[in-house]
């Protein structure tokens, strides 16, 4: 099993920034690919960024550019940096880890969730 838990979400005004950060425990680290996923109210949930357990990136197209994904394997965690955020980008934000390839992430096909947490960008 693996234990997921998000943090940094909250309020901020269009053009500022956040950063979430995703701690994991139960396994090795390491070997997951991890990925972040966000729900809007009244949409679905969708993939945001993901990170490979070589670090390879994978950004939906409307974050390219404003967001960055990244992972310390010493601290068994991964971040979000969002910069240049937009009142669209509003939503729970969700950590996913899976053993699978990056590409098999990509295509929704995760493990671990975490409980998620909010982000709120006011115009």
């Known amino acids: 099993q693996v234990q997921l838990v998000e943090s940094g979400g909250g309020l901020v005004q269009a053009g500022g920034s956040l950063t979430l950060s995703c701690a994991a425990s139960?396994?090795?680290?390491?070997?997951?690919?991890m990925a972040w996923f966000r729900q809007a109210p009244g949409k679905e949930r969708e993939l945001v960024t993901a990170i490979s357990s070589a670090s390879t990136t994978y950004y939906t197209n409307s974050v390219k550019g404003r967001f960055t994904i990244s992972r310390s394997n010493a601290k068994n965690t991964v971040y979000l940096r969002m910069n240049s955020l937009k009142p669209e980008d509003t939503a729970v934000y969700y950590c996913?880890?899976?053993?699978?390839?990056?590409?098999?992430?990509?295509?929704?096909?995760?493990?671990?969730w975490g409980q998620g947490t909010q982000v709120t960008v006011s115009s």
């Open positions: 996913a880890a899976s053993l699978k390839s990056l590409s098999t992430v990509v295509a929704g096909s995760l493990d671990y």
């Open positions: 139960g396994r090795t680290f390491s070997n997951f690919a």
